[in-house]
């Protein structure tokens, strides 16, 4: 199908390692967000690409999460020297126009990552 | 931080009920989405209101605004096992360059057969 895709579904990680999460995003669409959603929680923000801009990144917990989407499509989430509080659903969405509150977001399956 | 608030965080119906699920939010805002989640999937956009709407209709949903409370409620009628899912209220504020899209913690729906 024409969806949100993410890779990998399901990610183990030993405390430390470093792990890398892929969005594919529905094509020609500008805007792309990445999610963090912990068990029973709502999704909470984390970043904002607009083509291959990152306009807003203030919702990374931390600077050991990094985002990119060099090309303006594919974008990759990136933590480093994972923690046991990173477990987590991490949600990847795109919406077609430049970040309008009336955008409707779609939204890839999710990545979740347990971090032993 | 999480703007809006749904209630009750837990809803168990028997199928052809309704359902009321209720966001609070905090501050103003534009427009107010619903979302449902299904389980481990992502969330999928049900429907939006702006503003200066009050309600809405989009099949067996129907979604009320009042921007005096700052509330929002979505009522599912005559409810099918299939609605069983989590719901999220979901409303923008103004960033520099985008509307920012804030989630709700959610209303977990369960739908009896």
């Known amino acids: 199908g024409a969806g949100v895709s993410q890779s990998p579904r399901y990610k183990v990680a030993k405390r430390g390692q470093d792990v890398a999460l892929r969005c594919d995003p529905i094509s020609g669409h500008v805007s792309l967000f990445w999610y963090q959603q912990a068990l029973g929680q709502g999704p909470e923000f984390l970043t904002y690409f607009q083509n291959e801009a990152q306009l807003d990144k203030s919702g990374l917990p931390s600077d050991r999460f990094f985002a990119e989407r060099p090309e303006g499509s594919v974008s990759t989430l990136k933590i480093q020297r994972t923690q046991q509080e990173d477990s987590a659903v991490y949600l990847c969405?795109?919406?077609?126009?430049?970040?309008?509150?009336?955008?409707?977001?779609?939204f890839g399956p999710g990545t979740r990552l347990t971090v032993l | 931080s999480q703007q809006g608030e749904e209630d009750p965080q837990a809803l168990s119906i028997q199928e052809g009920e309704n359902a009321t699920m209720n966001c609070s939010y905090k501050?103003?805002?534009?427009?107010l989405q619903w979302y449902r989640q299904n389980s481990g999937r992502g969330l999928v956009h049900l429907i939006l209101?702006?503003?200066?709407?009050r309600e809405k209709h989009s099949g067996r949903l129907r979604v009320t605004l009042d921007t005096s409370k700052k509330s929002s409620s979505l009522l599912i009628t005559a409810s099918r096992a299939a609605d069983t899912a989590s719901y999220f209220c979901a409303t923008d504020v103004r960033e520099t360059s985008y509307d920012k899209v804030i989630f709700g913690p959610g209303t977990s729906l369960s739908v009896i057969p």
């Open positions: 209101i702006r503003s200066n709407e």
């Open positions: 501050t103003s805002i534009n427009n």
């Open positions: 969405a795109s919406s077609l126009f430049v970040g309008r509150g009336t955008d409707t977001q779609y």
